[in-house]
């Protein structure tokens, strides 16, 4: 049987430090997508740089690299049971930063064995799912399978999203006294807690680590506004928010909470690291 879980798992993405450039992984759901909506295998680059460009930029999260949406359809062949393209990086004269000129008129395809997996048992999903869970913090799943027209197909198939380490959860919890610490809601359903999370303010898809100081717990509300970037936290401990954000709530979730401190633990040995802190406020916050 086709392991995908270890083919796409051998797939190298470009790393800076701590970031990773999400061009392969962006490419892989839309050509998937595409082909789960019934495109035949075989995409002609010129037809799929617009669309793939603007994924790019929608959910590249926060890339600092210039991007590129030629180096995914021509690099990926690097792993050739998974893509293949009509062209060979070796005769360009730039093989390590092909142009876009380079690949014009070329076509990238999936490989045999990956395209029969892909089209059997809706696989296609399962993979989509697995990318998603790998690179992309939780709050923006909906919002790409929307994107990608995947949702309804997703919500019928049994997730196979990552279990969190309950150690997290319930160190985050009660260091938090299990209330948001921006808004301090503390719902229960009789004895039964409704509605806090364990957040992860250095995403795990950023090499973020399931641990106390890289917790934070928050309602639904803030959970997503922080996976988004929408709201940050300064080294000060106080409540930073996007100047991109706006709505007809804005002031009752966000902005009444602005520069006000967040709720810190008790146990200083439990407070958010300063390093993740700095990581969230560069590579997640929208200023």
Same mark, same amino acid.
């Given at each position: 049987?086709?392991?995908?879980?270890?083919?796409?798992?051998?797939? $190298?993405?470009?790393?800076?430090?701590?970031?990773?450039?999400? %061009?392969?992984?962006?490419?892989?759901?839309?050509?998937?997508?595409?082909?789960?909506?019934?495109? $035949?295998?075989?995409?002609?680059?010129?037809?799929?740089?617009?669309?793939?460009?603007?994924?790019?930029?929608?959910?590249?999260?926060?890339?600092?690299?210039?991007?590129?949406?030629?180096?995914?359809?021509?690099?990926?062949?690097?792993?050739?049971?998974?893509?293949?393209?009509?062209?060979?990086?070796?005769?360009?004269?730039?093989?390590?930063?092909?142009?876009?000129?380079?690949?014009?008129?070329?076509?990238?395809?999936?490989?045999?064995?990956?395209?029969?997996?892909?089209?059997?048992?809706?696989?296609?999903?399962?993979?989509?799912?697995?990318?998603?869970?790998?690179?992309?913090?939780?709050?923006? %799943?909906?919002?790409?399978?929307?994107?990608?027209?995947?949702?309804?197909?997703?919500?019928?198939?049994?997730?196979?999203? $990552?279990?969190?380490?309950?150690?997290?959860?319930?160190?985050?919890?009660?260091?938090?006294?299990? $209330?948001?610490?921006?808004?301090?809601?503390?719902?229960?359903?009789?004895?039964?807690?409704?509605?806090?999370?364990?957040?992860?303010?250095?995403?795990?898809?950023?090499?973020?680590?399931?641990?106390?100081?890289?917790?934070?717990?928050?309602?639904?509300?803030?959970?997503?506004?922080?996976?988004?970037?929408?709201?940050?936290?300064?080294?000060?401990?106080?409540?930073?928010?996007?100047?991109?954000?706006?709505?007809?709530?804005?002031?009752?979730?966000?902005?009444?909470?602005?520069?006000?401190?967040?709720?810190?633990?008790?146990?200083?040995?439990?407070?958010?690291?300063?390093?993740?802190?700095?990581?969230?406020?560069?590579?997640?916050?929208?200023?």
């Amino acid at each position: 049987m086709f392991d995908f879980q270890r083919e796409l798992d051998r797939i $190298k993405v470009h790393r800076s430090g701590n970031v990773i450039s999400l %061009h392969k992984p962006i490419l892989l759901v839309l050509t998937i997508s595409e082909v789960i909506h019934g495109h $035949k295998n075989q995409f002609l680059y010129d037809d799929l740089e617009g669309y793939l460009l603007l994924l790019l930029e929608k959910y590249g999260l926060k890339n600092t690299q210039k991007i590129n949406p030629q180096y995914p359809f021509l690099y990926l062949s690097g792993n050739p049971e998974i893509w293949v393209c009509t062209v060979d990086k070796d005769t360009l004269k730039n093989p390590d930063a092909a142009s876009r000129r380079d690949l014009l008129g070329a076509f990238g395809s999936f490989a045999t064995s990956f395209y029969s997996f892909l089209m059997s048992n809706n696989n296609g999903i399962k993979v989509i799912q697995h990318l998603l869970n790998s690179y992309w913090p939780e709050a923006y %799943h909906a919002e790409i399978l929307n994107e990608l027209g995947l949702f309804d197909e997703v919500q019928m198939q049994v997730s196979v999203k $990552k279990e969190r380490s309950r150690k997290f959860v319930e160190e985050v919890l009660d260091a938090y006294e299990r $209330k948001c610490a921006i808004c301090n809601q503390s719902i229960r359903l009789g004895d039964t807690l409704v509605g806090i999370d364990a957040c992860h303010l250095k995403p795990i898809q950023h090499f973020g680590t399931d641990t106390i100081n890289n917790g934070i717990a928050l309602c639904k509300i803030h959970h997503w506004a922080i996976d988004r970037g929408a709201i940050s936290i300064s080294n000060e401990m106080g409540l930073l928010v996007s100047k991109k954000l706006n709505g007809n709530k804005l002031f009752e979730y966000f902005t009444s909470f602005e520069n006000k401190s967040v709720f810190i633990p008790r146990d200083k040995v439990m407070n958010l690291d300063e390093d993740n802190i700095n990581y969230h406020n560069t590579y997640i916050f929208v200023k």
